[in-house]
């Protein structure tokens, strides 16, 4: 598309506002017009094309950052539009799900989208930055697996978990306080998740204002919870796999695999859009993103995958994360996946360029994110077991969520990411070497030195003085660069 499209000759700000129009126009429209989308896959294309050239133009005329990184964001636009067009094109012949989005979720999102920059603005003008996108909660570390490498080191005999009232005053708050409407649910596994006689289903009820991503493992998915899923309307399920049988049985236990066929089969049956969640290792990186692989879960009707490289936290370990090569493999098949064939395809940490960089600490400049475990520790990021504070005593003490991110642990990630990369100039820092975890370890030890967060378990307090593991990982930081320094420098650099 790059080859034909050209940058708008208009004015920036003409063109911003003709989009703002449009905006608007969508998301005033009735549910009787919703409705026409599931029916009608003419008026779909057109509205695909309106949103496809907008965020085109709106990507190329932004000349802060590298080209490529710009063709990146459009590149993983289109796809997305493709698989939400794919989602109402299968959701079609799913009365269920089709008469709650319809009816329910649609309306009460897009009333929660006109107050978002009132929100926003409001925060912004407390706190002198903008608020987090988003955050991921996990209620429950319960699980019925017990993966190898597992991060949150989950299984049937944990039972921490978050009172259903904590929860749904998150969500409240995050919705109300920062104009947020999308929020991630992880585990442990969400669906076993029981406080107060209450389930995800019932904090999905009470706010259908969000809509919920859930990475499950699957296998709790049948006829009747496929059904459930269908009629709340606004939860996605990505389900965990390793690539085929082979892998996923040998992490995750014996027959898992074909539940999660059959999870999937349900899903398909009611309509319910649903992804894949893929654990790349150094056993499977070779699969993780493969076009076999995409091609395979596509055909059963996967809209999205969700990568995440191994983190030798929890149950992981060195010797199972990929290597730098294979990093380097997984980046090139996954973002030619995106170009070529328009799959949504996500990684956190190959797919730095899509976001700017790091969104952890609930990034000041915006996009970022935060996370909350079962414990209540609010965390920087799912893959940062390092709490500054907990959200179970903040409550009782009446306070806010939003005061971690004036702690100086969040400060200070917050400052290393502008350092890195946020602060106006896309050239100091690399965005396929987004992670201070991962991508720069000495950094980020030298912040939990200076700061001093609470380890979330003992395996993250013992992280923090073992000599071994901190060589072990800026040794791994160090063979990254050497491969994605170059990389970095000739096709995003260089490039005008």
Same mark, same amino acid.
């Given at each position: ?5 050209k ?5 920036? $700000? ?35 094309k309106?949103f ?17 990184v ?9 796809? !997305?539009?493709?698989?939400?067009d ?10 269920? @799900? ?8 649609? *309306? ?6 006109? #107050?978002? /920059?009132?929100?926003?603005e409001? !925060? ?17 570390? @319960?699980? =019925? ?13 944990s ?6 009232e904590?929860?749904? &005053? ?28 209450k389930?995800? !289903? ?7 204002? =969000?809509? @919920? ?20 309307? =606004? ?16 992490r &995750? ?8 066929l ?30 076999? $692989? ?5 055909? $059963? ?13 929890g ?12 990093? @380097?493999?997984?980046y ?7 170009k ?9 940490? /190959?797919?730095g360029?899509?976001?700017?960089g ?6 000041? &400049? ?16 799912v893959? =940062? ?5 907990n959200?179970?005593?903040?409550y009782?003490?009446?306070? +806010? ?6 702690? *100086? ?20 820092? /690399?965005?396929v070497? *987004?992670?201070?975890? &991962?991508?720069?370890?000495?950094d980020?030890?030298?912040?939990l ?14 992280? $923090? ?15 990254? +660069? ?13 490039? #005008?």
């Amino acid at each position: 598309m790059e080859s034909v499209m050209k940058p708008p000759e208009k004015d920036e $700000l003409a063109v911003k506002r003709a989009d703002s129009i449009a905006f608007n126009k969508l998301i005033h429209v009735s549910p009787k017009t919703i409705d026409k989308l599931f029916d009608k896959p003419a008026l779909r294309k057109t509205v695909a094309k309106i949103f496809e050239w907008s965020t085109y133009r709106s990507s190329l005329s932004f000349k802060e950052y590298p080209k490529q990184v710009q063709l990146d964001k459009f590149y993983i636009t289109r796809a !997305f539009i493709k698989s939400i067009d794919a989602a109402l094109a299968n959701a079609r012949q799913s009365p269920v @799900f089709r008469k709650s989005f319809v009816n329910n979720v649609a *309306p009460a999102m897009f009333g929660a989208i006109e #107050k978002t /920059n009132e929100r926003r603005e409001a !925060f912004k003008q407390h706190y002198g930055f903008g608020p987090p996108a988003f955050l991921v909660v996990s209620p429950t570390k @319960f699980c =019925n697996l017990h993966c190898t490498g597992c991060y949150a080191n989950s299984d049937a005999a944990s039972h921490e978990k978050l009172s259903f009232e904590v929860v749904d &005053r998150i969500i409240q708050e995050k919705t109300e306080k920062w104009g947020s409407i999308f929020t991630v649910i992880s585990g442990g596994e969400p669906l076993l998740y029981q406080s107060e006689s209450k389930t995800i !289903f019932d904090l999905a009820r009470r706010h259908q204002d =969000n809509y @919920f991503l859930m990475y499950t493992n699957g296998t709790l998915i049948d006829a009747a919870m496929a059904r459930k899923l269908a009629e709340v309307g =606004n939860i996605t399920p990505a389900i965990s796999v390793e690539g085929y049988e082979a892998e996923t049985d040998a992490r &995750r236990g014996k027959g898992v695999y074909k539940k999660i066929l059959s999870a999937m089969e349900h899903l398909r049956a009611e309509g319910v859009p649903f992804g894949v969640s893929l654990t790349a290792t150094k056993e499977n990186a070779h699969l993780i993103p493969s076009r076999e $692989l995409v091609e395979f879960y596509t055909k $059963l009707g996967a809209l999205y995958f969700w990568i995440f490289q191994l983190m030798p936290i929890g149950r992981g370990s060195m010797e199972l994360v990929p290597t730098a090569e294979q990093r @380097f493999e997984m980046y090139n098949r996954m973002f030619k996946l995106i170009k070529d064939d328009s799959y949504f395809i996500a990684d956190f940490w /190959n797919g730095g360029t899509l976001s700017n960089g790091c969104i952890s600490a609930g990034r000041m &400049r915006g996009g970022g994110y935060l996370y909350i475990d079962w414990s209540g520790h609010v965390t920087p990021c799912v893959f =940062n077991p390092y709490a500054a504070g907990n959200i179970n005593e903040i409550y009782a003490r009446d306070g +806010e969520l939003s005061e971690v991110l004036v702690s *100086p642990y969040f400060e200070s990630l917050q400052e290393w990411q502008k350092d890195y990369s946020m602060s106006g100039d896309a050239y100091t820092g /690399n965005w396929v070497l *987004p992670c201070p975890m &991962r991508d720069h370890y000495a950094d980020i030890l030298s912040i939990l030195e200076k700061t001093h967060p609470e380890p979330t378990d003992e395996v993250a307090a013992e992280a $923090l003085s073992d000599p071994k593991y901190h060589e072990a990982m800026v040794q791994y930081d160090e063979e990254l +660069e050497t491969i994605f320094g170059p990389m970095w420098k000739e096709k995003y650099l260089k490039q #005008k």
